[in-house]
């Protein structure tokens, strides 16, 4: 048991702050600095609802994140993807943790939301913190914080990909996509992709991945059959490992360009009716250093 209250509250408080910044890296940031606003404050016997004090100010911290990354993000090099949180499945206590982490396709809708509608719907939604206590995190008026949540729940279901598929029919329709893919199977791949699929990868500017999103069925299929069979062809030593993403299904590919480049990228789908709604392809070496040593 951790001897620190804050360190109790540890995986409470990122998991908040990746929710919001959709960057694991970022969450430890703030959580860091909740640690250090935490160490000076609790001298001073102001602090009497460990979690709730620390839930306020973390929200705080990545409410500023929220404003400053906004400016970053739209100078970002082609298309922006939350850092996967990758989960092995030859590991029992990730495939538990995974249960509790938010899918790629929530977050990347939530990067629609102003940080005002973010910062609402987490709090008030995810984490069940009253809207008094969110329009204090705001600095708003309880019906101002009441009116960011209402707008941002509108914007997350008028813009999420259709994503309600259970684990085994997830990771069906993946295998059957990835299959067709590599194999350039146009028909096949008809058959697994939804009339209004959405494809989406992130290369951060390192890494070739679109400068825009692919949108439908026939520029899906004829994209990822390209890209996928030409890695095919063009790599060496390439492992394909299924594993969770965010707790649904994904795989992550790596192995060895011919002329010595690496190649590693982590991909997972939205899944609903038996076919794939969307696909996420995280390909920016920056956003997936945590998996350097496994």
Not at 66 to 78: D, F, I, Q, T, W
Not at 109 to 119: A, I
Not at 151 to 171: F, L, M, N, P, V
Not at 192 to 219: E, T
């Amino acid at each position: 048991m951790p001897s620190d209250p804050f360190e109790a509250e540890r995986p409470h408080l990122v998991a908040l702050a990746y929710r919001m910044l959709g960057s694991r890296a970022e969450a430890e940031d703030v959580v860091q600095e909740a640690w250090l606003r935490y160490h000076k404050a609790r001298g001073g016997g102001e602090i009497h609802d460990l979690r709730g004090w620390l839930t306020t100010i973390t929200g705080r911290i990545c409410l500023d994140v929220l404003k400053s990354a906004r400016v970053r993000r739209e100078a970002y090099p082609g298309q922006w993807l939350p850092e996967p949180v990758v989960s092995f499945l030859d590991d029992p206590a990730e495939r538990v943790t995974q249960r509790t982490e938010v899918s790629l396709a929530l977050l990347v809708v939530m990067e629609k939301l102003t940080p005002e509608q973010r910062v609402a719907v987490v709090l008030h939604d995810a984490f069940a913190v009253p809207f008094d206590e969110v329009a204090a995190v705001l600095g708003t008026s309880v019906a101002a914080a009441r009116q960011h949540a209402s707008r941002g729940r509108r914007a997350i279901a008028e813009g999420q990909a259709r994503h309600t598929a259970d684990s085994t029919e997830q990771r069906k329709v993946l295998d059957a996509f990835l299959a067709a893919a590599v194999s350039g199977d146009l028909r096949a791949l008809a058959a697994v992709l939804a009339p209004d699929v959405v494809a989406i990868g992130d290369g951060g500017g390192v890494v070739n991945a679109g400068l825009n999103p692919v949108f439908g069925l026939d520029k899906v299929a004829r994209f990822y059959a390209g890209i996928l069979g030409r890695r095919a062809r063009d790599t060496r030593d390439v492992t394909v490992e299924p594993v969770l993403v965010n707790g649904d299904a994904g795989v992550l590919v790596r192995g060895e360009y011919l002329d010595g480049r690496r190649l590693l990228f982590v991909l997972t789908v939205a899944v609903a009716d038996g076919r794939v709604t969307a696909v996420y392809n995280q390909l920016n070496p920056a956003k997936l250093r945590s998996l350097d040593d496994r």
